[in-house]
Every structure is written in structure tokens, then in C-alpha cells.
């Protein structure tokens, strides 16, 4: 299923972080944080958003770092995925 979100909406996958600490510790799934790097899967078309002209920034395939706590999340043919908008990703990772 192809996803065109709309305005400065992104669609972004979550990058999975390592399951062992530094020392070899294995964490189960309730100890990890959520991630907070993900990889751009879809990007709106930006435009007049409240008011004010939006120009995105991001493209499909970047890596994207984003806030903890933004977005929606939704499971699309199986895999998660969360719509952030784009005031939300905090930084490109190069």
C-alpha cells in the first residue's frame, strides 16, 4: 500500500536499536527506549500549513533524527510506521 501523507506530515520508519548494552547485556523489550532515529519512507507536499508557507526540508530515504514522543503510529502491511510532521524531526543525520 502506498501512503501519500498530506501538508508537512512525514511518514517515517523506526531504525531498531541495539537489543544488548555496551557491556553485553541483553535488554528485553520493556527496558528499551523508544527509538529515536528513523528512516523517511513518504514526504507531503508542504504548502500553506496554519497560516504559513511550509517548504519541506526532508526527502524520502533520509535519516532523520525526531522527538520521543511525536507523531502518530500505525501498522501498514505489517510494519510500523509513524507520521510525524516535519516541526517534529529535530535533525537530518548525515
Known amino acids: 500500500m502506498a ?26 523489550g520493556a527496558a528499551k527506549e523508544k527509538p529515536q532515529l ?10 500553506n500549513v496554519d497560516g504559513v508557507e511550509v517548504k519541506m526540508q526532508v526527502k524520502v530515504g533520509d535519516t532523520v533524527l525526531y522527538s520521543k514522543y511525536a507523531g502518530s503510529e ?3 502491511d505489517g510494519e510500523e510506521v509513524v507520521i510525524v510532521r516535519q ?3 529535530l535533525a ?3
Open 3 to 28: 501512503i501519500k501523507p498530506l501538508f508537512d506530515k512525514v511518514v517515517i520508519k523506526a531504525i531498531e536499536t541495539n537489543e544488548k548494552t555496551a557491556s553485553g547485556i541483553v535488554l528485553p
Open 38 to 47: 528513523a528512516k523517511v519512507l513518504a514526504v507531503g507536499p508542504g504548502g
Open 92 to 94: 537530518i543525520v548525515e
Open 87 to 89: 516541526a517534529d524531526i
Open 74 to 76: 500505525f501498522k501498514i
